[in-house]
């Protein structure tokens, strides 16, 4: 059996960008503040595009002074597995929400900085994008049981540090990142909303079709998916090569609480933000999640797919449940996306609005996941 987990592991896993994509840097030796001095590079771009003056100092106190113009902030957190995971805050004055972002499978935060800005300018949110073990300047080695721990300790950051409430979190997973954000979700019950983007139902299940859940699969989204109380929207391309669109629409309908969903006609797997629904579906999803109420309308929120509202009925213990325990033979994994080519495409989607800089351009050239 051993054996079987270890082929299992072997075939679906982890690949972490090498070497990282940035660095983190000692801004200030006063207070210990942190920065990461490769995000200068799109800062200076987009302030020559914005007509605000040039400006291409890499130095840790220029990229302090630009991070700090972004209001960004960068952060090194200890998980309860003993790693330390790099993280990047990134505020809005006017945000309305926080999200908390698992990105993909072969990406770390200097490929995914430009998109966490444009997300938190378009959506007006501010948002928590973080490394997992092993990826990044995060220390440790890549497993599923550490990106439980590392989601754990982002969110812990955004409660202990930034005094954000369950309430005004909206967890955002991507592809791989699908996994730690369901189990959290599955222990939070007052979450305001969680967006899945490209997911997965588990590792098994994107290797092969099989129609039940083995004891050595990774990352049981679709048993866990039913026990999110709050909104879930689900996005997905049908032209998806890597994690089939039947993923993203078997687990929009185990959902409780149902958002309508978003499948992107000739999307593949790592383009969908470049079509212009990806913004503004997600743009609508934030704004109705983001009434000041105890919970949300049901009738706003629900898609009409003939859930009843006993359907929707939970009963959640008021403490997050612990994490499942996870087995001390996982290995390090690697990558599906190491295997995959250029996503197939219908629709040739409008030239990106969401992101500019060569890194972006480099990530979606390559087909890496995000």
Same mark, same amino acid.
């Not at 989601?151 to 967890?171: F, Q, T, W």
């Not at 890597?242 to 149902?258: A, F, R």
């Given at each position: ?31 210990? &503040? ?12 987009? *302030?020559?595009? =914005? ?12 990229? !302090? ?10 952060? &090194?957190?200890?998980? &309860? /597995? ?10 809005? #004055?006017? !945000? ?10 072969? #990406? ?12 938190? &300018? *378009? ?5 928590? @994008?973080?490394?997992?073990? @092993? ?49 959290? #979700? ?5 979450? /305001? ?11 098994? *299940? ?19 998916? @039913? ?49 212009? =629904? ?60 190491? /295997?995959?080519? %250029? ?17 972006? %351009? ?9």
């Amino acid at each position: 059996m051993g054996g079987v987990t270890s082929t299992i592991a072997a075939r679906f896993a982890f690949f972490p960008p090498t070497p990282p994509s940035y660095t983190v840097v000692v801004a200030d030796a006063a207070t210990g &503040r942190l920065a990461i001095p490769e995000i200068s590079r799109a800062l200076s771009r987009r *302030r020559r595009r =914005d007509g605000a003056g040039a400006g291409g100092s890499s130095s840790a106190s220029s990229v !302090a002074a630009a991070e700090n113009e972004e209001g960004a902030e960068v952060v &090194r957190l200890r998980t &309860r /597995r003993g790693n330390e995971i790099v993280g990047v805050y990134v505020r809005h #004055a006017r !945000a309305s929400a926080t999200l908390l972002y698992s990105h993909g499978n072969a #990406a770390d935060l200097g490929q995914m900085y430009g998109l966490f800005v444009e997300l938190s &300018r *378009r959506l007006r949110v501010n948002l928590f @994008g973080y490394d997992y073990s @092993g990826y990044g300047r995060s220390t440790g080695k890549p497993t599923e049981c550490n990106t439980y721990a590392d989601i754990e300790a982002a969110y812990n950051c955004l409660k202990e540090k930034y005094s954000v409430a369950d309430e005004d979190i909206i967890l955002y997973g991507q592809s791989v990142g699908s996994g730690p954000t369901i189990d959290l #979700a599955s222990r939070l019950p007052d979450l /305001r909303a969680v967006v899945l983007h490209s997911p997965i139902l588990s590792g098994v *299940r994107v290797l092969y079709p099989v129609k039940r859940t083995f004891w050595f699969d990774i990352y049981k989204n679709i048993d866990k998916i @039913g026990l999110v109380n709050c909104p879930v929207l689900v996005i997905h391309g049908t032209s998806d090569d890597v994690v089939d669109c039947s993923h993203g629409k078997q687990l929009w309908e185990h959902c409780k609480v149902k958002y309508s969903p978003l499948w992107l006609n000739g999307g593949g797997h790592c383009n969908l933000e470049l079509y212009p =629904d990806y913004i503004k579906h997600l743009k609508q999803f934030v704004s109705s999640v983001s009434k000041k109420t105890s919970k949300p309308d049901q009738k706003e929120i629900m898609a009409k797919d003939g859930t009843t509202s006993k359907e929707r009925e939970e009963a959640y213990s008021e403490k997050p449940q612990p994490a499942a325990k996870c087995s001390q033979s996982q290995i390090s994994r690697k990558s599906i996306d190491s /295997r995959v080519g %250029k996503s197939k495409t219908v629709d040739v989607p409008d030239k990106s609005r969401m992101s500019s800089d060569d890194i972006d %351009k480099f990530r979606r050239r390559r087909c890496l996941v995000w």
